[in-house]
């Protein structure tokens, strides 16, 4: 029997292979909209514990987004990855304006002009796990899909042929 050999480059080599494989400058342009990302989002929040929530939900989905498509998409087609980062853009503008529609729900503007806005916004405020779920979720998705949009197209994940290299 063969003993496990030991890892090449210390416990931290698969960090340093899923940055090689999707890029130092995608991989910083990463990190910057994962911070400005959570940032703004949680500008926009008044209540000290909802920004919580917000900023986590950002970071814990800016980084699933980074390693699933630096592990999940290397040495997938340009042209496909292409199509789908286009998707996923689409998908984080969308997101973002449920994100502004969840605040102007919550918020008293609203719920003063209309009396169906009202009785939502007392039905979410009423129970605070389920809006700092909400928001959490929100978040977590949102800059889930704006990484991974980024992260594709990243150069380096393409295929390694003869010719590309």
């Not at 003063?112 to 928001?135: K, M, P």
Request: with cysteine; proline share 2%; charged share 20%.
């Amino acid at each position: 029997m063969s003993q496990a050999e030991p890892r090449k480059g210390g416990p931290f080599e698969w960090l340093k292979e899923t940055i090689e494989a999707v890029g130092v400058v995608y991989s910083a342009v990463d990190v910057l909209v994962s911070g400005a990302g959570a940032t703004a989002l949680a500008y926009f929040v008044e209540s000290p514990t909802l920004r919580w929530f917000v900023v986590i939900g950002a970071i814990v989905g800016a980084i699933i987004g980074y390693f699933r498509t630096a592990l999940y998409w290397k040495d997938v087609a340009r042209e496909k990855r292409r199509k789908r980062s286009t998707f996923y853009f689409i998908l984080s503008f969308f997101l973002l304006l449920v994100f502004i529609g969840t605040l102007a729900l919550i918020g008293t503007g609203l719920a003063q002009t209309f009396e169906v806005v009202a009785s939502i916004r007392e039905l979410i405020i009423a129970e605070a796990a389920v809006l700092n779920g909400l928001f959490l979720v929100e978040c977590l998705v949102l800059l889930f899909c704006l990484v991974t949009a980024i992260t594709l197209l990243s150069p380096n994940l393409d295929r390694k042929t003869s010719t590309n290299k």
